[in-house]
């Protein structure tokens, strides 16, 4: 198993830029979830997809948006950064029907 | 909506004391329950989960019943080592297979030799 892997670890952006973070699931997963998590906080759900949907997201403005690829990679992408978009965020894969996620060791996000 | 309460940290123990890590949760349904666990600088790693009422879910020492009575999950080692000083979250699945997880705030454990 590779586990799951996130790109880049750290990034640095300036307020209203772009970003795009991108996660490789594991293999054989093929539900991947995206989670933002602010320091000394537990872990927010943002949206997951399956099979190349969204089937479901969390209370996040549409500024927030995801794709997931045929090889059930992932990207996270946020536009018009702002300052509370410093987090950690962690992208978690699962196969479908199992309780249970692996996370990656996720990208820290600062916002400045 | 479903929610996730833990006991607030931080916790501070000696090596080989007895941990208890309370947990309590709201959900409408049957959720499943799990402990995760975040080292510094790491993502979550899955520490143990349970899928009904009354199991127990056990892993490394650690151990959590799931309680539908109480609405509980709490987690317990009987002796705890430097090495298990994290971050432990308690987290709830709404449904079965896969779907969101809600956390809890997360409770900072340092055990000191």
């Known amino acids: 198993e590779t586990g799951v892997t996130q790109s880049p670890t750290h990034l640095i952006k300036t307020r209203g830029q772009q970003v795009t973070l991108r996660c490789s699931s594991q293999s054989g997963h093929n539900t991947v979830s995206w989670y933002q998590q602010a320091l000394g906080q537990g872990p927010q759900f943002i949206f997951q997809y399956y099979r190349e949907e969204e089937n479901g997201r969390g209370n996040f403005p549409p500024r927030f948006s995801g794709l997931q690829f045929p090889n059930y990679s992932s990207e996270l992408n946020v536009n018009a950064l702002e300052l509370d978009d410093s987090a950690l965020y962690l992208c978690?894969?699962?196969?479908?029907?199992?309780?249970?996620?692996?996370f990656g060791s996720g990208t820290r996000l600062t916002v400045v | 909506g479903d929610s996730v309460t833990q006991m607030e940290g931080p916790v501070t123990l000696s090596e080989e004391a007895f941990l208890t890590i309370n947990c309590t949760y709201t959900a409408t349904g049957y959720p499943s329950l799990f402990w995760y666990v975040q080292y510094p600088g790491e993502g979550l790693q899955l520490l143990l989960k349970?899928?009904?009422?009354?199991d127990k879910g056990s892993n490394k020492g650690f151990e959590a019943t799931y309680r539908k009575e109480t609405t509980s999950f709490h987690l317990e080692k009987g002796s705890v080592q430097v090495s298990d000083s994290a971050v432990y979250f308690c987290?709830?699945?709404?449904?079965?297979?896969?779907?969101?997880?809600?956390f809890g705030q997360g409770t900072r454990l340092t055990i000191n030799p």
């Open positions: 978690a894969s699962s196969p479908q029907g199992v309780d249970g996620y692996t």
């Open positions: 349970a899928t009904k009422a009354d």
């Open positions: 987290a709830l699945s709404e449904e079965k297979g896969a779907q969101k997880l809600v």
